[in-house]
């Protein structure tokens, strides 16, 4: 009977594997995955803010990417014209993205 070895744990953080690629590359797909060609909607929850994830793989990824993500996008913002209220994803999405 043949044993299975266990899976080895590594004792440090692992490199993600798209930090192994030339710069021009990884700008290559962060451009692919994280701009749009339309308006992403801040004012609720939507798959547009999928990208948005890979901002938080790791903090060379969320370095090198998260100008590129915020200055070539444009976010739209709804407001409820009886209320003026702004819903409390867009405010918890304001807060998170004004550390940049």
């Known amino acids: 009977m043949s ?3 266990a899976p080895t744990m590594s004792s440090g953080p692992q490199q993600s594997p798209i930090l192994k690629l030339p710069p021009e590359l990884r700008n290559a797909i962060y451009r692919c995955v994280l701009i749009s ?7 609720e929850r939507n798959e547009n803010l999928t990208p948005c994830y ?5 903090r060379q990824i969320r370095a090198e990417a998260s100008k590129m993500y915020y200055s070539e996008n444009t976010f739209s913002v709804s407001v409820n014209h009886e209320s003026d209220a702004i819903s409390e994803f867009t405010r ?9």
């Open 54 to 58: 890979l901002l938080a793989t790791c």
């Open 37 to 43: 060609d339309t308006p992403i909607d801040v004012s």
């Open 3 to 5: 044993s299975i070895d």
């Open 92 to 100: 918890t999405w304001l807060r998170a993205t004004s550390h940049n």
